[in-house]
């Protein structure tokens, strides 16, 4: 997620402070890399050219000329500026005090909107709703069918008529369903074209009147750049947005989108598509993904993420094996196992404060899948009771997980030192339920 960008951003600062005082000439020179750092990351120029006024009027003052630590004081100007540039905070999906409320998902096709539907039924059950997803899309083959399986792979009930060709009479048949079904949030994936035209205009102009939807949510590839603003500013001005979902935002996605829609719009981005799987959505947060481009890290999404995917009652077990000296390799397996389902690593790595500092010296995927190839090999002695593992046994686990005896080695030789300072750690406290679930053999 914007790795470009964040490299480019990050160098000229590390440039600036390494000046130690900083001048009206260099400070010149570093918001020119700035600026052109935006431009190539696809930025809409007019809110590249806004950005560095601001940037300049606050930067030039004396608060950050004088300063011991100009700077960092630097970084901080820009930070609050990219933070107010995406809207400033995290705003909520708005929830009709009578149930059930409507959401509706408009966009091209090509933009994930369908798959979004399905991550945003999800993303709401797991905050206690009770969502219901509608097949409102007519036209394309194999549509409806498309959203009954993802509906069907959590469990989601889904709404459709069959042979039925009238997307607006759908989604007021749905309702009542919800309505009659004890459903309190209607998720409408309605039809989409490869270009925006009158006829899809229309059809998504008398959805909206009929239902009069709380958000009207647009889904836009990030991956297009400056044309999913684009897109943006048309659906906005015809149909009317409360809001944005960007999708593939972990792909090669430059940024642009996510740091132009707002400012262009004036709507803002509520969610942010991170990879495939149906648990790939994010709450956006204008704050931390300022933190995440300017190398900051991003605690409060790891957090989030440990507390959504690591089991509590599991972890206090873990804890309590660490206190007494009993973590095992097959605890540590199920640590491994918990930490790819929190997501790609270097995702997490990058939201871990000064990682992106160390980038080479990260461990990598192939990492723990060689990690867990190993202890796989391993028999169940061997992996609660690593010290029998004698030169004989690490040939034949070496061979069993296509390894070398070295990485056997290299393995155990870590484990001990970081089950040593985990058992320390845990004694100070500084385990609070996680369980030392994110510490790595690297």
Do not use: W
């Amino acid at each position: 997620m914007f790795e470009s960008l964040s490299e480019k951003l990050q160098k000229t600062f590390r440039n600036l402070r390494g000046l130690g005082k900083l001048s009206e000439k260099n400070m010149k020179e570093g918001l020119r890399e700035v600026r052109m750092a935006l431009l190539e990351a696809d930025v809409n120029y007019k809110v590249v050219k806004d950005f560095i006024g601001h940037v300049r009027e606050k930067a030039m003052g004396g608060d950050v000329l004088d300063s011991i630590t100009p700077g960092q004081q630097l970084v901080k100007v820009v930070h609050d500026e990219l933070v107010t540039m995406m809207g400033g905070k995290s705003e909520p999906l708005t929830f009709s005090s009578e149930p059930p409320s409507v959401l509706m998902l408009i966009g091209l096709q090509g933009s994930d909107k369908t798959t979004t539907a399905a991550k945003l039924a999800r993303h709401l059950r797991t905050r206690g709703h009770q969502p219901l997803l509608v097949a409102a899309d007519v036209y394309r083959p194999a549509a409806v069918r498309q959203l009954e399986i993802l509906a069907e792979q959590r469990e989601i009930p889904s709404f459709s008529v069959e042979g039925s060709s009238d997307p607006v009479g759908i989604c007021k048949k749905s309702v009542e369903y919800a309505r009659k079904n004890g459903r309190d949030v209607v998720i409408l994936d309605t039809a989409g074209r490869l270009h925006i035209d009158d006829e899809l205009i229309a059809e998504l102009q008398r959805i909206r009147d009929s239902l009069k939807p709380g958000e009207t949510l647009l889904v836009a590839d990030a991956m297009t750049g400056q044309d999913a603003v684009t897109a943006a500013e048309n659906f906005h001005s015809q149909v009317g947005l409360t809001g944005v979902v960007l999708t593939k935002l972990d792909g090669d996605a430059r940024g642009g989108a996510a740091l132009s829609i707002r400012a262009v719009t004036g709507k803002p981005i509520k969610f942010a598509g991170v990879g495939e799987k149906l648990d790939a959505l994010e709450a956006f947060h204008p704050d931390r993904i300022a933190s995440r481009i300017l190398g900051m890290g991003d605690v409060l999404s790891l957090v989030e993420k440990a507390q959504e995917t690591i089991d509590e009652e599991q972890a206090a077990k873990l804890q309590e094996k660490l206190l007494k000296a009993e973590f095992t390799l097959e605890d540590f397996r199920e640590q491994l196992q918990q930490l790819k389902k929190m997501g790609p690593l270097d995702e997490l790595m990058g939201m871990i404060p000064g990682m992106s500092k160390f980038k080479g010296m990260q461990p990598q995927e192939e990492d723990l899948i060689k990690v867990e190839a190993i202890i796989n090999s391993m028999t169940k002695k061997e992996r609660q009771a690593p010290g029998v593992i004698d030169g004989s046994r690490k040939k034949r686990i070496a061979r069993g997980s296509g390894t070398k005896v070295a990485d056997v080695n290299r393995l155990l030789k870590q484990f001990q030192q970081m089950r040593k300072m985990m058992k320390q750690m845990s004694r100070l406290g500084r385990l609070p339920g996680l369980g030392g679930g994110i510490n790595l053999p690297i």
